[in-house]
């Protein structure tokens, strides 16, 4: 069955940095786009970022455009989130997801992972 891993997350100072990954198992992952998604404390979950099958193509939320990268590596199975200049308003438990369809952009999303907590101080 399809199972997503995110790691990565932790307590860090605003204007620092993290790198979030999310391991993916039980499905062909070279042939899926994959996304990232956050829910901070009493909101609703939010698009971050997503990307394209081969990594050519990715979209952004502008709350994070600029200073967020999403990337993946197929050969590993992994798709990453590169957190920098990182703001207090980025604390929010960050999901990896999945869609159960082939193309671009995902018309939604159908795996998610547990989440992983960021926590950004000021």
């Known amino acids: 069955q399809v199972q997503l891993v995110e790691s990565g997350g932790r307590l860090v100072q605003a204007g620092g940095s993290l790198r979030l990954s999310c391991a993916a198992s039980?499905?062909?992952?070279?042939?899926?786009?994959m996304g990232w998604f956050r829910q901070a404390p009493g909101k609703e979950r939010e698009f971050v970022a997503t990307?394209?099958?081969?990594?050519?193509?990715?979209s952004y939320a502008d709350s994070v455009k600029g200073r967020f990268t999403i990337s993946r590596d197929n050969a590993k199975n992994t798709v990453y989130l590169q957190m920098n200049s990182l703001k207090p308003e980025d604390t929010a438990v960050y999901y990896c997801?999945?869609?159960?369809?082939?193309?671009?952009?995902?018309?939604?999303?159908?795996?998610w992972g547990q989440g992983t907590q960021v926590t950004v101080s000021s």
């Open positions: 990307i394209d099958r081969s990594g050519s193509s990715t």
């Open positions: 039980g499905f062909i992952f070279s042939v899926y786009a």
């Open positions: 997801a999945a869609p159960s369809q082939l193309g671009w952009p995902p018309l939604g999303y159908n795996y």
